[in-house]
Each structure stands twice: as C-alpha cells, then as structure tokens.
C-alpha cells in the first residue's frame, strides 16, 4: 500500500508538472505571437451614435489625459496613471473640429509602459468632444502629428508613427465619409505606376514605404530589372507625385532618374 502511494503521488505529480510546463510554453508562445503594436482602433462603422465612455470634457483634452474606451486609466486598472505628452489641433471639417493628443500610460512609477495617440471630435459651440480614433503602442514610440491634406472635397487624414526598432515610418492615410475615417488603400496607386513604367523595370516596395510624405506629396523609389536581387536595384529611381481622388492615393505624375549600369 505505501509504494502504491508513493507511485500514485508520484504520478499526479508529474502530471501537475506538466500541466505548469504545457501553460507556460502556451502562454509565451501567445505572448510571442502578439504584435508589437495595436493598429488604429476606430468605433464600428455601424456605430452611429458615441459610447458614453467615449465622451469627455471638451475644455481638458489638451491639456490632460482623458479617460476612455481606449485610454482607461485609474485605481485598479491596468494603466495607474496617465501623462500628457503633447497635443494639438488638425483640422475643422463643416462644424467638426479634430484634436490630437498624444499620452504616456504608467502601470507604475513614472515609466511609460504603453504609448497612446488619440484623436477627438468636437462640434462647434458644444462643451464635449468624443473619441474618434486611438492607437496604442510600445515605449519608445514617437508620433507625429496627424495632418489633413487634400481639399474640401477631399478631406483625407495622415499619420505618422515611428515605432522603436523599426527604421520606416509607419504612415497611414484615411478619408472622411459620412462622418467616418476610413482607411485608403496604400498599394492601390502602385499597379498604376507599374503599368506606366517603361518595359524591363519594376518597383518593389514594402507597405510601410509606400505611402508619401503629406507635405511633400512625393515618393522617390528604386527601379529594378529583371534579375536584380532585393539590394541592388540597378534601374535608377522613379520620382512620383501623388495626387488624391475620389478618397484614393492615385499617380499624378513620374519622372525616371538615370538608370545605373
């Protein structure tokens, strides 16, 4: 009877072991298979009328943290406290006014565990604003901040993020449509210009590069031949002005600079 006890504690031992391994290579394989930052979280497009979370008070969000769907900070919560790291205005469309602010999120000390950029809404001559947009990334983040370019037709929105240990901008680009920014395309206008290049030459361009600068409208890329390895583009380069239509990136026009040999 004392071995079979023995064998027996033994036994569930090693199952108790193993469950603790198997949960923990499970858990560090979720942890490994999380991305490193959180893309642009915007409310469902079907989603007509604000959270009541989302609405804060329009005289405070540029100059302190605001607590939200996105941002929930407090006693108990995950994020303890909240600093404001910047802020500013983007843009008036009709009787909308957007604001940015961009925050440092604390679990504890003073040390930014999570960064945050935030945009808001306000309609003119009301005491609230309410989250439109948020994005949340790792310390170390750098935002730019966000611009609206086109016309008034054209209202388009574009940010900027530099994330740590990533050498490209991450940028992105939305449209206003029916009180919404939806996000465009960034490769579309680039079967475009591969239609237009002379024979034998090609562009290869990743997401992150693809997307202009919005002051300057303008990409200068690499141009391959057939054969070229991934480092050595030997086609010159293509500068292209890009243009908006219709809420989509389009080409407005490319010059080819001289090809190397």
Not at 8 to 28: F, I, M, N, P
Not at 141 to 165: D, R
Not at 231 to 246: D, F, N, P
Request: aromatic share 8%.
């Amino acid at each position: 009877m004392k071995r079979t006890t023995t064998w027996a504690k033994g036994l569930l031992a090693g199952l108790v072991l193993s469950t603790l391994v198997a949960s923990a290579v499970q858990a560090q394989q979720k942890h490994a298979a999380a991305p490193v930052n959180v893309e642009w979280l915007q409310r469902p497009l079907e989603q007509v009328k604000h959270s009541p979370q989302d609405q804060v008070d329009f005289t405070r969000i540029q100059t302190e943290c605001m607590t939200t769907s996105a941002t929930d900070f407090g006693p108990q919560k995950p994020w303890q406290e909240c600093r404001l790291v910047h802020s500013g205005f983007v843009a008036t469309i009709g009787l909308q006014d957007f604001f940015y602010a961009d925050y440092c999120l604390i679990s504890k000390g003073d040390v930014c565990a999570k960064q945050a950029q935030v945009l808001f809404r306000n309609r003119a001559y009301r005491p609230e604003a309410f989250l439109d947009m948020a994005r949340l990334d790792p310390p170390g983040t750098t935002y730019h901040s966000p611009v609206l370019v086109g016309s008034e037709e054209e209202n388009v929105l574009a940010t900027a993020v530099q994330l740590p240990g990533h050498r490209s901008l991450q940028r992105r680009y939305f449209r206003y449509v029916d009180a919404r920014w939806i996000p465009i395309d960034g490769q579309a206008w680039l079967a475009q210009l591969r239609t237009r290049l002379p024979a034998g030459l090609s562009v290869r361009v990743q997401p992150q590069d693809a997307l202009p600068d919005p002051h300057t409208m303008m990409l200068s890329l690499p141009l391959y031949r057939a054969g070229d390895r991934a480092c050595c583009a030997r086609g010159g380069r293509v500068e292209v002005r890009l243009g908006i239509q219709a809420g989509q990136l389009e080409v407005a026009e490319f010059t080819l600079a001289q090809a190397g040999k």
